[in-house]
């Protein structure tokens, strides 16, 4: 077989400063084999010469487009709009099996290329759990900016921090909260607690048990509630418009870490636009209020805490790469999809 050659590829979204590959990691895959070209990246949280320094060859930011064709493309989060035929097998975050906005586009642009998707999320292991996630930062942030927001203490427009400072504002805050977490058993959930808990709040936790006959009476009845959930079939949505113009709504402050706006897996059809660093958090109403923060990048304000977790989760996986096993069922999924959209190989992308 062919050495495995890894191109670590800059990220577009200027805000990303995260990477799927820390250094000490790229050092490792190097030494077991791997040619490893990373891209130049004015944001990445690690510099590049630290890769250098690791043994990576370095190229310049966005130059995936001419790799060599058995380079495998590496990244997060979505790839620039050119070129339109992508012709490389990427391993990134496609966003692209669930229906959500431009998914379809995308996978146009593989069939038309020939290239293949390798999609993060659906890197799992014989039982379908996920091998490398960031949900424990997602749901952590979640929390944490809801519950400062909460609070009156939450500065914007958010910049990345470290772990050291959040927890440092969320002890520093007081005041009691009823705080909700739904998905509590996941690994965003889990965060979601964590952040609470530092926060000097003991929150109720819900999971597929409590949510099956929803009482959104006491739902509505915690003052904050942060949703993780991660559904992979439709399900009753947790709340609707109607539901927010209750006489009895408590609930001022809700951080949806999920964020399926735009797919039929949306379990908090509310609303319809993310929010952002810039603008964290959306009022949804006025009275009583009802505030929203929905961003779909958490752990990058963590970049340095979240990449480091993912890397030495992605590592072994990298290290074993192949047709089989995980990467297989990754690449079965993308010929799903392909498949379910009736997409075929070699598709023109208007076609
Ligand atoms: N906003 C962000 O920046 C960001 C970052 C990473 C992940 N995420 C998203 O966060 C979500 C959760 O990710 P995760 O890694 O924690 O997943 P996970 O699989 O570890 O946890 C999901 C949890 O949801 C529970 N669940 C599923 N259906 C439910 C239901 N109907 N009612 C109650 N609980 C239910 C599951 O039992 C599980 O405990 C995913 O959708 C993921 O894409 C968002």
Not at 133 to 159: Q, S
Not at 196 to 211: F, I, K, M, Y
Not at 263 to 277: A, E, G, H, K, R
Request: contains cysteine; glycine residues 8%; hydrophobic residues 40%.
């Amino acid at each position: 077989m062919n050495r495995l050659h890894l191109w670590l590829r800059h990220e577009t979204r200027t805000t990303e400063r995260r990477t799927p590959i820390v250094p000490s990691d790229a050092r490792r895959l190097i030494e077991s084999g791997v040619t490893l070209t990373v891209e130049e990246s004015p944001q990445r949280i690690f510099p590049v010469e630290a890769y250098e320094e690791a043994g990576c060859q370095v190229a310049a930011a966005g130059s995936w487009v001419s790799a060599p064709q058995d380079a495998v493309i590496v990244g997060l989060k979505e790839l620039p709009d050119e070129p339109t035929e992508l012709t490389h097998r990427h391993i990134f975050f496609g966003h692209a099996y669930k229906g959500q906005p431009g998914a379809e586009a995308l996978l146009r642009r593989f069939a038309a290329g020939g290239g293949e998707l390798l999609d993060l999320e659906y890197l799992v292991d014989e039982h379908g759990r996920r091998l490398a996630a960031f949900g424990f930062w997602a749901g952590y942030l979640g929390a944490a900016l809801a519950v400062l927001h909460h609070r009156g203490g939450l500065r914007t427009p958010l910049v990345p921090t470290t772990r050291e400072e959040m927890q440092a504002e969320l002890r520093s805050g007081k005041g009691e909260l009823s705080a909700l977490v739904i998905g509590a058993l996941g690994r965003s959930g889990r965060g979601a607690c964590t952040a609470l808990e530092e926060a000097g709040v003991e929150p109720t936790c819900w999971d597929v048990a409590e949510t099956r006959d929803l009482d959104r009476r006491a739902l509505l009845a915690h003052e904050l509630m942060v949703n993780t959930v991660l559904t992979t079939s439709p399900v009753p949505p947790f709340l609707t418009d109607k539901d927010l113009d209750g006489p009895d709504r408590r609930l001022r402050t809700l951080a949806d870490v999920t964020v399926d706006v735009g797919s039929p897996m949306n379990v908090l059809p509310i609303y319809d636009t993310t929010t952002d660093w810039e603008h964290p958090v959306r009022r949804l109403r006025e009275q009583p209020p009802l505030d929203l923060i929905a961003i779909d990048n958490l752990p990058s304000l963590l970049p340095r805490e979240a990449s480091t977790d993912f890397s030495a989760a992605l590592l072994p996986q990298l290290e074993a790469f192949g047709t089989d096993g995980p990467w297989g069922r990754c690449l079965a999924r993308f010929h799903d999809a392909n498949r379910e959209l009736g997409i075929d190989k070699r598709e023109l992308p208007d076609g």
